[in-house]
Each structure stands twice: as C-alpha cells, then as structure tokens.
C-alpha cells in the first residue's frame, strides 16, 4: 500500500525532481532559504548532518514546509535516522549503502536514498527498499555510467546524480537516464541570502523544465 508520504514523493518526481542539498546552512538561515526554495517549487530538501544544528533547521524547515519533503543528508547510522525521526524529518539521504540504515528509515515510514555507486550496491540498496539512488559522486560517474546502469536497473528505478551538477551537465545526464539531481554548492553556500538561493533555484527550474 502506497502511504501518503510516497504519494508526496512520487508527486515531487514527477512535477520537479531536485533535492536541494543545504549544506553548511544554519538554523538562522532556514527560514528564508527553505521558503525561497519552496517558491521555486522545490520541494525536496536535506539539511546534512555535517551542518551546524542539523536536527533544529529540520524541524523548523518541517514545521513551515508541512507538504515538502524536509531530512537530512549524511546519514551515516542508525542512531542517525532516530534523531532526524526525533526531529520530524521524513527524508532519510546518505552519501553510502548501509542496509540497516535503509531498512530502518522505512520501517519509521520515511523516504530513503542511499548512496551508490556501483551496480552491487544499487541492486543491494534497491532489495533493501531504498526509494531512489543517490548516485555519488557524480564527478567520477560521467552520463555514460548512468546509461549503463539504467540498462540493468529496474524501470521504475530514480536515479538522482549527485556531486558537481550545475545547469551545465544536466542535459548530458538527463539524456542518460537520470530521473533528476541532488543540486549542492550549485545552488547553495552558506552566507547566501534567501533571494540568492532563490534565483539559482528558478534557474535550475527552469534548466530542467527545458528538458522534458
């Protein structure tokens, strides 16, 4: 059975599949940034546990943002995906595979995206519940990895590269297969205003609109 969470995700893929990686952003800077993404039409946005306060800027992004799917980045641990639940955040995203991670992010009901970045670990990942694939980094996984991996991986399988997308190489990875991005310092560094962010995410937008 499909929850209402899936259907939230499966709706953010089909209308603008972007995850907008904040790294480096504060509790200070989440109200402004998160709503100027929200405006952008983005609507799937980590917060990486390498960040200051992490689990405060989820759950003030959450509470602000209730129909965006709001988690963290860098999850690493179990204990991990416990505090980003504690926190009310419902995306669980990891630059890795871990099977226990996985496995307990969807057992709380949550979005998961490991890290992968070969075909072991995406089937692995995939048999394990993973929603989607990271496909990390995407600097050393040109188009024509992703080609390849499409033409083994299930249909149905979203592939989001991640790791140096800019709105120069989408169209060449699109073109390969990918069924969207994760978008970091492209998008984002820490000190940008919410107007800065919100221009480069129109831009971005508006880049992959063009791709369809």
């Not at 969807?106 to 970045?117: D, N």
């Not at 249909?155 to 069924?179: H, R, T």
């Amino acid at each position: 059975m499909t929850t209402p969470l899936q259907t939230l995700f499966a709706q953010a893929c089909h209308d603008l599949p972007l995850v907008a990686v904040l790294r480096g952003i504060s509790p200070t800077e989440i109200a402004s940034v998160g709503q100027a993404l929200y405006d952008a039409h983005w609507r799937i946005l980590e917060v990486p546990l390498n960040s200051p306060d992490p689990y405060t800027s989820i759950h003030h992004m959450q509470k602000n943002l209730p129909d965006a799917l709001i988690g963290a980045g860098t999850v690493l641990t179990t204990q991990h995906v416990k505090d980003v639940h504690q926190a009310g955040g419902r995306l669980i995203v990891s630059p890795h595979f871990n099977a226990d991670v996985v496995r307990l992010a969807k057992s709380m009901g949550m979005i998961c995206i490991p890290g992968v970045a070969t075909p072991s670990e995406a089937f692995a990942a995939l048999d394990a519940g993973a929603d989607a694939l990271k496909l990390f980094p995407a600097e050393m996984m040109p188009p024509a990895v992703i080609k390849a991996l499409r033409a083994v991986l299930p249909k149905e399988s979203i592939l989001f590269p991640v790791g140096g997308i800019s709105l120069n190489n989408m169209k060449d990875y699109k073109a390969a297969g990918a069924s969207g991005f994760g978008i970091g310092t492209s998008l984002y560094k820490p000190g940008m205003s919410g107007n800065e962010v919100g221009r480069q995410a129109q831009a971005f937008a508006q880049t992959w609109g063009s791709l369809r």
